[in-house]
């Protein structure tokens, strides 16, 4: 296995991974509730299922594309996202659109909202949700978010991901990649994953981190990669709570996150 940082390159695996979820609706989903972890995590029945579980409001999801619920995520951060008319947000790791649908009705059409991902098979579905269904307010783009997130510097109002950072081998440099395209007071607003202890670089198992165990830092850690990507003041964890209840992974406790860190 190569390399990166002395973690596993997992972006060859997250990238057939979630191409095959695209494909296969609803099925061996990455980061649902009832996949991390093998057989000690709760069964869902359905992508639906699974949203509901982590925080997704029934009559939102009525109102976006079926195809576009995968069950994936580990949080709903729109919940805490306080989103206004006409912003324009950015979706990392948009999947097959579930959020940047979500958030495109609440912007209205003086909004924008722009998904990221870099899986071909997830563009592809997500671009099609968008035709099929009518939204013209959004646009989904290919991108590497450790590299570079595909959006102007200080344009967007609200950045927002779900259980997505956690997949990236250096969080610094996503996070530094968040703060550049938000603007002065911009917002980030994510859900993610943390642990209570972290996986040595040298025993880290790159299926374990493309079901976003095995690259899950402490929470501490998580916050100190955000203030050193240029967020020093204002990082707030908004949620906090067991993400399988009663049980650990690995002799680890995994605990899902919502965290708020402002641009100044």
Request: hydrophobic share 35%; proline share 3%.
């Amino acid at each position: 296995m190569t390399t990166h940082n002395g973690r596993p390159d997992v972006k060859e695996k997250v990238k057939e991974r979630y191409g095959r979820i695209a494909l296969v609706d609803n099925s061996d989903c990455c980061c649902m509730p009832g996949e991390c972890g093998a057989e000690t995590q709760p069964y869902f029945s359905s992508a639906s299922e699974a949203a509901l579980a982590i925080g997704y409001d029934e009559n939102e999801l009525k109102s976006v594309p079926a195809a576009s619920i995968l069950g994936v995520g580990c949080g709903a951060p729109l919940n805490f996202a306080g989103i206004s008319e006409g912003e324009v947000i950015v979706d990392l790791g948009s999947g097959a659109g579930i959020d940047v649908f979500l958030s495109a009705n609440r912007v209205g059409k003086g909004g924008k909202i722009i998904g990221i991902d870099m899986t071909d098979e997830m563009l592809e579905k997500a671009r099609k949700n968008a035709k099929d269904h009518g939204y013209a307010n959004v646009e989904f783009r290919k991108g590497d978010i450790e590299k570079r997130i595909p959006v102007e510097n200080d344009s967007a109002d609200l950045v927002i991901s779900n259980c997505v950072i956690n997949l990236t081998t250096n969080k610094v440099d996503a996070f530094k990649e968040v703060h550049r395209v938000l603007k002065r007071g911009g917002r980030m607003v994510i859900s993610d994953l943390v642990a209570d202890a972290e996986v040595a670089p040298d025993t880290a198992n790159a299926e374990k981190w493309c079901g976003c165990i095995d690259g899950a830092l402490t929470k501490e850690n998580y916050l100190d990669s955000i203030r050193k990507a240029g967020f020093q003041n204002v990082v707030e964890v908004l949620s906090e709570r067991l993400y399988m209840e009663g049980e650990e992974v690995d002799g680890r406790k995994i605990t899902s996150v919502v965290i708020k860190a402002v641009k100044e």
